[in-house]
Antibody, heavy 127, light 106 residues
Framework: EVHLVESGGGLVQPGGSLRLSCVASEISFSDYWMTWVRQAPGKGLEWVANINQDGSEKSYADSVKGRFTISRDNAKNSLFLQVNSLRAEDTAVYYC????????????????????WGQGTTVTVSS | SYELTQPLSVSVAPGQTARITCGGN??????VNWYQQKPGQAPILVIY???NRPSGIPERFSGSNSGNTATLTITRAHAGDEADYYCQVWDINTAQFGGGTKLTVL
């Protein structure tokens, strides 16, 4: 059974930074898109960022663009999210999830579903 | 960005059928995924790319999609189905979630 385990969350002051990590317990980690999704207290799911299998394609939600950076280390089955210039509205549980791709054509992949999720790591931005 | 609209809440009597909708412009032309999230837990995928169920998800869960509405249907609902449900679509390397629907079985 595949597991994803996040770490790196914590309490940080506005303007601060954190590096979130997600380690996968499977040797085929490099075959999958990976994503970060967050959930503010009492709110719904918000997609944050995606990265493709080799790290050459990255996408970000407008709310985090320019402040967050997604990356991966396939040799270590690890996914990362560097979060900078944190704001109170970034307070949330951050989940990593594995992306199962429907198909790819012309360098674009379609119909990605998030089939495995970690338990999340909590980021609290407060002074 | 592509917007997905879900009702805030749906109620169903035990043993009856619950239908949770997800509205979006011409969503019938897209594959829709559905997630279940119980309090304090991570989401789990219950329907993917339209009508497909991951292994371990009961046949009581099904998905359909036409026009501007996608629907998650849960037959023979019971208390264990109480959760928040989210629809999701993929749009050129980005993902969009609906706002979520709280299902109450009462």
């Amino acid at each position: 059974e595949v597991h994803l385990v996040e770490s790196g969350g914590g309490l940080v002051q506005p303007g601060g930074s954190l590096r979130l990590s997600c380690v996968a317990s499977e040797i085929s980690f490099s075959d999958y898109w990976m994503t970060w999704v967050r959930q503010a207290p009492g709110k719904g799911l918000e997609w944050v960022a995606n990265i493709n299998q080799d790290g050459s394609e990255k996408s970000y939600a407008d709310s985090v663009k320019g402040r967050f950076t997604i990356s991966r280390d396939n040799a270590k089955n690890s996914l990362f999210l560097q979060v900078n210039s944190l704001r109170a509205e970034d307070t949330a549980v951050y989940y990593c999830a594995r992306g199962s791709v429907g198909y790819c054509s012309g360098g674009i992949c379609y119909d990605v579903a998030f089939d495995i999720w970690g338990q999340g790591t909590t980021v609290t931005v407060s002074s | 960005s592509y917007e997905l609209t879900q009702p805030l809440s749906v109620s169903v009597a035990p043993g009856q059928t619950a239908r949770i909708t997800c509205g979006g412009n011409n969503i019938g032309s897209q594959n829709v995924n559905w997630y279940q999230q119980k309090p304090g837990q991570a989401p789990i995928l219950v329907i993917y790319r339209g009508p497909n169920r991951p292994s371990g998800i009961p046949e009581r869960f099904s998905g359909s999609n036409s026009g501007n509405t996608a629907t998650l249907t849960i037959t023979r609902a019971h208390a264990g189905d109480e959760a928040d449900y989210y629809c999701q679509v993929w749009d050129i390397n980005t993902a969009q979630f609906g706002g979520g629907t709280k299902l109450t079985v009462l």
